[in-house]
């Protein structure tokens, strides 16, 4: 079993940044892909950017390519989001996820774990 816990969401001005960090309890960590997900009030669940187990290969969504960038350290468990550049668009609850293959995904129904989530509201 794994438990995901995320930090670093909160309120920031359009055109500001924030970092998203997510902990992973488990020795698995750093043989498992991982993913955020966001998802905005009335919407679904939308992938935003994953990385594989070595941290070599990584994945966005167009709307975020270029102004996102994810990371991660496997000697902490922990992955990381970096957003700058945020729109009010970019408003949502952000889920970490962790899905048990070497390789990141772009849909949300092949990660296997879900942290609780973190809000991002970006003001205009």
């Known amino acids: 079993q794994v438990q995901l816990v995320e930090s670093g969401g909160g309120l920031v001005q359009a055109g500001g940044s924030l970092r998203l960090s997510c902990a992973a309890s488990?020795?698995?960590?750093?043989?498992?892909?991982m993913g955020w997900f966001r998802q905005a009030p009335g919407k679904e669940r939308d992938f935003v950017a994953a990385?594989?187990?070595?941290?070599?290969?990584?994945y966005y969504a167009d709307s975020v390519k270029g102004r996102f960038t994810i990371s991660r350290d496997n000697a902490k468990n922990t992955v990381y989001l970096q957003m700058n550049s945020l729109k009010p668009e970019d408003t949502a609850v952000y889920y970490c996820?962790?899905?048990?293959?070497?390789?990141?995904?772009?849909?949300?129904?092949?990660?296997?774990?879900w942290g609780q989530g973190t809000q991002v509201t970006v003001s205009s």
């Open positions: 996820s962790s899905r048990r293959s070497y390789s990141g995904s772009y849909y949300s129904y092949e990660y296997d774990y």
């Open positions: 488990g020795r698995t960590f750093s043989r498992y892909a």
């Open positions: 990385i594989n187990w070595s941290g070599g290969t990584t």
